[in-house]
Nanobody
């Protein structure tokens, strides 16, 4: 069982930055690929970014590539999402999630993830 707790959301103006953090309870944190997803009102949950178990591989949605950076610290059981040049379209609830198995197996699909956090709200004003 893995418990995930996100933090760092808030209100920011367009062009600003935020850093989201996700803390995991599991001692086997390094055995999970980690992903970030977001869900805006009335929309489906969408993939944002993912990072492999050892942090050597990352994947990004086209909409955030070049603006967002995902990183992890296995010693601290944390994964972070650094968001720069934020746009109003980035407004959503952001979730971190843990995925067992191969990193390269449908890393963008939410159904591949085993554990989810409760989400943190990010609001970008224009």
């Amino acid at each position: 069982q893995v418990q995930l707790i996100e933090s760092g959301g808030g209100l920011v103006q367009a062009g600003g930055s935020l850093r989201l953090s996700c803390a995991a309870s599991s001692r086997s944190f390094s055995m999970y690929a980690m992903g970030w997803f977001r869900q805006a009102p009335g929309k489906e949950r969408e993939f944002v970014a993912a990072i492999s178990m050892d942090g050597s591989s990352t994947t990004y949605a086209d909409s955030v590539k070049g603006r967002f950076t995902v990183s992890r610290d296995n010693a601290k059981n944390t994964v972070e999402l650094h968001m720069n040049s934020l746009k109003p379209d980035d407004t959503a609830v952001y979730y971190c999630a843990a995925k067992s198995g191969s990193y390269y197996s449908n890393i963008r699909s939410p159904v591949q993830y085993n554990y989810w956090g409760q989400g943190t709200q990010v609001t970008v004003s224009s």
